[in-house]
């Protein structure tokens, strides 16, 4: 971006904000016959009761996922697009290298009916798969949850366990180690294979590197992308050890 391109940028954010508050002292002189639209501004990290989430400095949490109150997220760990980690009522705590894939919902309960408090721990090279919901519940080491899976409050799953995808956990059901769970409501299916248990650690660890590749790109200025932008546009096919820099080829 040139000098006269970051001039328009400039002015134009500047209007944008002065319309802003424009609006809303308009709206404070209307008094009761004010029309209000609330403005929100998302924030991706956000205090609640006094409590507020910790995240690891190498963890990766996308600039659209919303992680609220009591939640502990660990190194190389990430948190992917549109995600809700909601610790408020209860603690969530994340170990390392462990992902929660774009759309997951992760929340808690003060307790059940019994009074038993319910928090929800997730543990180390976790992979949680696109839009699953877990809800007051545990996941071990290693332990692999599908895309839309459901899990309910007091569920276990035990280290190298598997929940297939779109299966509905039910209350209080434990997986054991060594096998795969599917169905609603989830039954045992069968016992997973050497390579399918080695398959679990290796979705953490492409998750981790994958994370580290998004991380760069966000922490981007805007003037930094704009220049890669035309870079890339110039010089892409004319210099194979550019493309391969540049993501164009894998």
Known sequence: M???GRAFYAVGFWIRETGQALDRLGSRLQGN???QEQLSRHRTLMNLFEKAPSVAK???????ASLTGEV???PSSSIWYGCVVRGDVNSVSIGSGTNIQDNSLIHVAKSNIAGKVLPIHIGDNVTVGHSAVLHSCTVEDEAF???GATLLDGVVVEKHAMVAAGALVRQNTRIPSGEIW???PAKFLRNLKDDEIAFISQSATNYANLAEAHAAENAKDFDK???EKVLQKKFTGQDG???LKAGVVG
């Open 58 to 64: 190498n963890a990766f949490v996308a600039p659209n």
């Open 72 to 74: 502990y997220v660990g």
């Open 33 to 35: 016959y004010l029309f």
């Open 2 to 4: 040139g000098t006269m």
């Open 182 to 184: 599917g169905g609603n």
């Open 145 to 147: 949850i599908g895309m």
């Open 225 to 227: 992308s704009e220049l």
């Open 241 to 243: 050890e550019y493309d």
